[in-house]
């Protein structure tokens, strides 16, 4: 887009160096707040607006690191603002892990703005001139997110994917193409209109992928809203669950002295009138801040205890730490997801297979002399994988604990395809922040693309019932103390992506990088067909 930069050269002449620097930057945090829970959609097109002219303008007499420059500033203040809320999570113990929030919020930011300037130095080094650059960008950032999806265990938080959670018309695009391939698309949309808002007289070479977004998007939204109009509003027989919220503060949940009382409130809410109705009652992640799994008086009076919130003839699914103790001493802890009956027998068993860096294990310990965040001595312990469980009387299970429901394509076992996904989180370190609304954002595009129903419950919120569609069927708000009573929507057919998964995406990249050929040979032609009309 040399053209662009010329247009631009004039106005924007002073905006080097440092200036260039905070542009780049600002940029990245205006983009950021067209994620949830802000949903400003149009600043969206603003941020990735200036970040097309910023690369275009390092077209002129920079090398290629001015790219990764730019794309890694823009990053930093698209990461630093998106992510601010991981703060909090130090704040709870600021005594013992305060000082970590600067390198947690702008390392993470550091670190994570590599990724994006990757895109934008892949989006320079193509052949792609002219407004086909756009494409280019498009499916680079894209190839990034699905990047950072991957690399040292994987941080697919808050894809640009997400812009669209307040259209679950738009979102129905994920069930074809995943989350990474709806980012593709809407990095295009967004970006398009900045090659015609710094042209004078935008011609029809300008608009050409300006013309391409929008009908992308009127496609996208009319197949989205035709494939919701022919959804079916069934549930599974003989299902009732009840959701309990407890909002225990994070301050209390591991306290030794409240342990006693929040375990109490749990079986108090539980037991609320209409109890008896229920076939489920779903705990959320470590909402027994006890173990209760193994062998011994001790363990099996807890259970006896638990058990009274378990509903007549039905089970408790519950999170709650397991801690096993070899022959030689050493301990073993999982963070896991248990199901269990009014005899306080455990039935099923789920182990957290992905982990989250410093919060239940400390990467390097040998080396890092650095405390994990979550309390405890002991690094929990990685499950196997994606499992698809037994629970009595539900549809098979995908057990999701936490941050493992943000992984497209890496949330049910592909060997055997359950009927609906649970999901046990604690998002109460994150307190009143976009932090949960970010999960809770993540956790709906899962049950899109896998075509299956989403059972949440989140110890302080959000708690909810998605159908597969994305459509919340009922909710309890962030920071609320209740219970969530709702039946179970039924399971779709494998969608496109739950089948093919990332050969999905890779159809998107390459449609993508197709378009943005043809886009820039038909510019082509119209600028010569100009030119000898001219003449």
Same mark, same amino acid.
């Given at each position: ?14 905006? !080097? ?63 630093? *603002? ?69 690399? =040292? ?42 090659? =015609? ?19 992308? *998007? ?29 909002? *225990? ?6 306290? &030794? ?14 037991? =609320? ?83 989250? &860096? ?52 890496? *949330? ?78 039924? !399971? ?21 990088? =197709? ?21």
């Amino acid at each position: 887009m040399g053209g662009l930069a010329l247009a631009l050269s004039g106005r924007l002449a002073g905006l !080097s160096g440092r200036r260039r620097a905070a542009a780049a930057a600002l940029a990245g945090a205006c983009a950021a707040l067209a994620l949830p829970p802000f949903d400003l959609l149009p600043l969206a097109f603003v941020g990735f607006g200036a970040l097309v002219v910023l690369l275009d303008l390092d077209d002129v007499g920079r090398p290629l690191r001015g790219a990764f420059a730019t794309g890694w500033l823009f990053g930093f203040g698209h990461f630093t *603002v998106g992510l601010y809320w991981v703060a909090n999570a130090l704040l709870i113990e600021w005594q013992r892990v305060g000082w970590m929030i600067p390198f947690a919020v702008f390392g993470l930011a550091a670190l994570l703005g590599v990724f994006s300037g990757l895109a934008t130095l892949a989006a320079r080094a193509t052949s792609a001139r002219g407004p086909a650059r756009v494409f280019a960008l498009a499916a680079a950032w894209a190839g990034a997110e699905w990047l950072r999806g991957h690399v =040292l265990t994987g941080f697919p938080w808050n894809l640009m994917a997400t812009v669209w959670d307040f259209s679950p018309a738009m979102l129905q695009g994920v069930a074809l193409f995943g989350a990474y391939g709806l980012s593709a698309f809407t990095v295009l949309v967004v970006a398009a209109p900045a090659t =015609l808002l710094a042209y004078r007289r935008p011609g029809l070479r300008e608009a050409v992928p300006v013309l391409v977004a929008l009908v992308l *998007v009127l496609t996208g939204w009319i197949a989205g809203a035709a494939r919701l109009a022919g959804a079916p509003a069934g549930d599974v027989p003989d299902v009732r669950l009840r959701l309990v919220q407890p909002n *225990v503060p994070q301050a209390l949940k591991w306290d &030794p002295e409240a342990r006693e009382a929040n375990l109490k409130r749990m079986i108090e809410l539980s037991r =609320l009138p209409g109890f008896e109705t229920r076939t489920h009652v779903i705990w959320s992640e470590t909402a027994t801040a006890f173990a209760i799994w193994g062998d011994g008086e001790a363990l099996a009076m807890r259970r006896a205890q638990i058990a009274a919130a378990v509903p007549p003839g039905g089970i408790l699914v519950t999170g709650a730490p397991r801690i096993v103790r070899e022959p030689d001493g050493e301990l073993h802890a999982w963070n896991s997801l248990h199901a269990m009956d009014q005899a306080g027998r455990i039935l099923a068993t789920f182990d957290k297979f992905h982990l989250v &860096p410093f919060g239940e294990y400390v990467p390097f310990r040998g080396i890092l002399p650095i405390d994990r965040i979550v309390p405890g001595t002991i690094d929990f312990s990685a499950g196997p994988g994606p499992q698809t469980i037994a629970i009595p009387g539900l549809p098979s299970a995908s057990p999701l604990i936490c941050y493992e429901i943000i992984f497209p394509g890496k *949330v049910v076992d592909p060997d055997a395809r359950p009927g609906l996904l649970i999901n046990l989180t604690n998002d109460s370190w994150f307190g009143q922040s976009a932090g949960p609304y970010q999960h809770f954002a993540a956790a709906r595009l899962r049950a899109i693309e896998e075509g299956l129903p989403l059972v949440r419950s989140a110890g302080g919120g959000i708690s909810a019932i998605v159908d597969p569609f994305g459509l919340v069927r009922a909710e309890l708000g962030l920071g609320t103390t209740g219970v969530l009573d709702a039946d179970l929507p039924l !399971s779709l057919p494998p969608t496109f992506f739950a089948r093919y998964g990332e050969t999905a995406f890779l159809i998107v990249l390459i449609l993508i990088v =197709l378009i943005g050929r043809a886009v820039g040979r038909a510019v082509g032609r119209i600028s010569v067909g100009s030119a000898s009309h001219r003449m």
